[in-house]
């Protein structure tokens, strides 16, 4: 026989001032309270990085639904991480345009420079690779995102040269695409 222990959190107690102002604004714009559920975790995420099961369970009683409604909310939208990332997360579009233009190649020079496959984070918890359906750049394959930015026509140095931009710091270096 399991035992399961439950602890009650109260959302104030958990969440950030600005998180809750962040999210009452969210739930403002919304009909209901529940529709807001992917604006609050996106709002939570912003601030912590991933949504661990504890921000989702207190998100969700803020906003009055069950952790298993919005449990699906956080699934089926990609951009939500429910584990810790990097500082950098790096979307690579696999679709069938990027994998007819080159796809294999910008992968394998990414693996290859970060020493990481899919799934992963580097040691110094940098970057995160993770692949994405589709980054509605088909005419522009290959495609990736970091952060809200694309990156596309891609080649293996390219993607080589925009990371190492970022292991760098170099944010502001522009990248000749």
Same mark, same amino acid.
């Given at each position: 026989?399991? =035992?399961?222990?439950?602890?009650? !959190?109260?959302?104030?107690?958990?969440?950030?001032? #600005?998180? /809750?102002?962040? %999210? +009452?604004?969210?739930?403002?714009?919304?009909?209901?309270?529940?529709?807001?559920?992917?604006?609050?975790?996106?709002?939570?995420?912003?601030?912590?990085?991933?949504?661990?099961?504890?921000?989702?369970?207190?998100?969700?009683?803020?906003?009055?639904?069950?952790?298993?409604?919005?449990?699906?909310?956080?699934?089926?939208?990609?951009?939500?991480?429910?584990?810790?990332?990097?500082?950098?997360? =790096?979307?690579?579009?696999?679709? !069938?345009?990027?994998?007819?233009?080159?796809?294999? #190649?910008? /992968?394998?020079? %990414? +693996?290859?420079?970060?020493?990481?496959?899919?799934?992963?984070?580097?040691?110094?918890?940098?970057?995160?690779?993770?692949?994405?359906?589709?980054?509605?750049?088909?005419?522009?394959?290959?495609?990736?995102?970091?952060?809200?930015?694309?990156?596309?026509?891609?080649?293996?140095?390219?993607?080589?040269?925009?990371?190492?931009?970022?292991?760098?710091?170099?944010?502001?270096?522009?990248?000749?695409?």
């Amino acid at each position: 026989m399991e =035992i399961i222990k439950t602890i009650t !959190v109260h959302p104030t107690d958990y969440l950030t001032s #600005q998180e /809750l102002a962040d %999210i +009452e604004h969210e739930i403002s714009l919304m009909e209901t309270r529940e529709a807001a559920g992917i604006e609050a975790l996106k709002v939570v995420q912003s601030h912590r990085g991933w949504i661990s099961d504890e921000s989702l369970h207190v998100i969700a009683a803020y906003l009055k639904m069950s952790s298993a409604e919005l449990e699906g909310v956080a699934t089926f939208y990609n951009l939500i991480y429910r584990q810790p990332v990097g500082k950098y997360v =790096i979307h690579l579009c696999n679709s !069938v345009s990027c994998h007819l233009t080159g796809y294999q #190649q910008v /992968l394998h020079a %990414i +693996e290859q420079h970060l020493n990481i496959g899919y799934g992963q984070t580097t040691e110094d918890n940098r970057f995160t690779l993770l692949s994405n359906v589709c980054l509605g750049g088909c005419d522009k394959s290959p495609v990736m995102m970091i952060g809200k930015q694309h990156y596309e026509q891609l080649t293996p140095e390219k993607a080589v040269e925009i990371i190492t931009a970022l292991q760098n710091e170099n944010q502001n270096v522009e990248v000749e695409l």
